[in-house]
């Protein structure tokens, strides 16, 4: 079992279409990240959050930290093909270094 | 780019084999992991270092021993490979453990037959 489970595992939208995708855990973060990964390529980190209940924006894409610091949401408005990619949540523990990934969502925007 | 180089970006070899993937970052940072993809399973961590011959286990270590004898080279060693270990392979370096951005190579492709 997966410290960081995220929901959907895949998911296949027309362009335009706005979409949420979910990180879930048991377990309390200290801040919990969020790559994209291209085909043959390593993720790339889009956005760090910190605070419980802390609210990011990057153009049309919302990131939010749980209350309690044990989940996040991505949320894309009007979604466009550049956006199709594997969104990966990632999360480091209070006194721990290790930084553990989620299961990954296999994002498709169809055009 | 962050500079970190993985080394071969592809490999195929026979199931008991002994195997070293490299992994060379030129940022100084203290932090450095090797994580293996598969589907289903996002990343998952084999090992990591803290630090010059400082390294830990992670979730997935079995079959897997690392070294780390200088700060830009990070090691992963398959002592004998299955066909198991089939996956994609990435390394990543951090200047910090927490709250930090990490940055990956371009991944070591590897096929155990």
């Known amino acids: 079992t997966q410290l960081l489970e995220q929901s959907p595992q895949f998911l296949s939208i027309q362009e335009g279409e706005n979409l949420t995708v979910y990180c879930n855990s048991s377990?309390?973060?200290?801040?919990l990240q969020w790559y994209r990964q291209e085909p043959g390529e390593g993720p790339v980190l889009l956005v760090t959050v910190v605070t419980g209940g802390e609210v990011k924006k990057l153009k049309r894409l919302t990131f939010q930290f749980g209350d309690a610091r044990k989940d996040s949401s991505l949320h894309i408005t009007a979604a466009q093909t550049g956006d199709t990619g594997l969104y990966l949540c990632a999360g480091a523990r209070f006194g721990n270094e290790k930084l553990t990934f989620g299961t990954g969502t296999r994002l498709t925007i169809i055009p | 780019d962050a500079g970190i180089t993985q080394s071969p970006r592809h490999k195929v070899t026979e199931t008991g084999t002994p195997v070293t993937l490299r992994c060379h970052q030129t940022e100084n940072h203290r932090y450095m992991y090797w994580y293996r993809q598969d589907p289903g399973h996002g990343l998952r961590l084999i090992h990591y270092s803290y630090g010059v011959k400082d390294t830990d286990k992670g979730e997935v270590s079995d079959g897997y021993s690392v070294s780390r004898s200088k700060t830009e080279d990070f090691l992963l060693t398959l002592e004998s490979a299955t066909s198991s270990q089939t996956s994609v392979y990435f390394c990543a370096i951090t200047a910090a453990g927490l709250n930090t951005e990490a940055f990956f190579g371009q991944g070591t492709r590897l096929t155990v037959v």
């Open positions: 377990s309390v973060f200290s801040s």
